[in-house]
């Protein structure tokens, strides 16, 4: 099966630097990249997704990259504010005869320093 | 509102004593499923359902057990808990072609 690594497992960064989680896959048949932010005590919820056909994509602050050859992809958020500071899961999917497991990364607590 | 549903929020139990936590969604999604959360090791999938009466093992499925009698429906089953299904739980929906939708947990404590 699938097996998703993410790195760093903890990051603090000054208010307005940018950072960077990185995440590896295993299985090159997966397709579909998403990352969710999980605030404390609330349920993770999905900030940016990325399809094996696109090489990056930008939301405001937020961005994704993804290297095919290389399996992996990193989220990219700049101009951090507190209220960034969360846990960032990434994860990765592969879709056949209709059905889709989703696999999560270890998550990266990141703390944004005001 | 388009919601995931969990119940209950909290729950403290011993160990042996059956208990269900109940999700529902009401975003007519075909496919649910349940994650367990633990510190360092993320979201690990615990059992899915692609639609109703159809229903699989995820990673971690030993001491669990599901069902999926509506689509809307969803019920985690532990017939006897152990300690070492203190966790917190989430169960998630989505559509054929699309992202999941988390409900909001369910801390389970198992003494």
């Known amino acids: 099966g699938e097996n998703v690594e993410q790195h760093p497992s903890t990051l603090s960064v000054q208010e307005g630097d940018s950072a960077v989680i990185k995440c590896t896959y295993s299985d090159s048949a997966s397709n579909y990249f998403p990352w969710y932010k999980q605030e404390l005590g609330k349920r993770p919820q999905l900030i940016i997704d990325?399809?094996?056909?696109?090489g990056e994509k930008k939301d405001q602050r937020i961005a994704v990259t993804l290297n095919k050859t290389a399996k992996h992809f990193s989220l990219h958020i700049t101009e951090t504010q507190p209220e960034d500071s969360a846990v960032y899961f990434c994860?990765?999917?592969?879709?056949?005869?209709?059905?889709?497991?989703?696999?999560f990364g270890s998550g990266t607590r990141l703390q944004v320093q005001p | 509102e388009a919601q995931v549903t969990q119940n209950p929020r909290y729950l403290i139990t011993v160990t042996g004593k059956k208990l269900t936590v109940t999700c529902s969604q009401n975003m007519n999604h075909e496919y649910m499923s349940w994650y367990r959360q633990d510190p360092g090791l993320g979201l690990r999938q615990i059992y899915y359902s692609m639609n109703v009466e159809v229903t699989d093992k995820g990673d971690v499925p030993e001491g669990y057990k599901v069902s999926r009698k509506e689509k809307r429906n969803f019920p985690l089953i532990l017939e006897s808990p152990s300690p070492n299904q203190t966790s917190l739980y989430f169960c998630?929906?989505?559509?054929?072609?699309?992202?999941?939708?988390f409900g909001n947990g369910t801390r389970l404590t198992v003494t």
């Open positions: 994860a990765a999917s592969f879709h056949y005869t209709g059905r889709r497991a989703l696999t």
């Open positions: 990325i399809r094996s056909n696109v």
């Open positions: 998630a929906s989505r559509p054929q072609e699309g992202s999941l939708h």
